[in-house]
Nanobody
């Protein structure tokens, strides 16, 4: 099972940007779908974005137009560029591939 480590979270004001990274312990080139999820305290985990091996992307309606998921198979890394952040984006963000989940990285958006 692939091991994943997220990074890049932090505190940002509304309207700001963050770039999250998900580093995999092994090659991701053969993994078709990589995902980002998020979970706010007391709430259910929410799907955010998916990218396939062929570069096809999908986004949750709440982040569409603001977030961009990308992958660099040569570096075994997946990114989530988050722009125009809103307070409701505050959550712990998790990378997922197959059945593997990272530990998450905290994103806090202040007003």
């Amino acid at each position: 099972q692939v091991q994943l480590v997220e990074s890049g979270g932090g505190l940002v004001q509304a309207g700001g940007s963050l770039r999250l990274s998900c580093a995999a312990s092994g090659s991701i080139s053969m993994i078709n779908a990589m995902h980002w999820y998020r979970q706010a305290p007391g709430k259910e985990r929410e799907w955010v974005a998916t990218i396939t091996r062929g570069g096809v992307t999908e986004y949750a309606g709440s982040v569409k137009g603001r977030f961009t998921i990308s992958r660099d198979d040569a570096k075994n890394t997946v990114h989530l560029q988050m722009n125009s952040l809103k307070p409701e984006d505050t959550a712990t963000y998790y990378c997922c591939a197959l059945s593997a989940w990272g530990q998450g990285t905290q994103v806090t958006v202040s007003t």
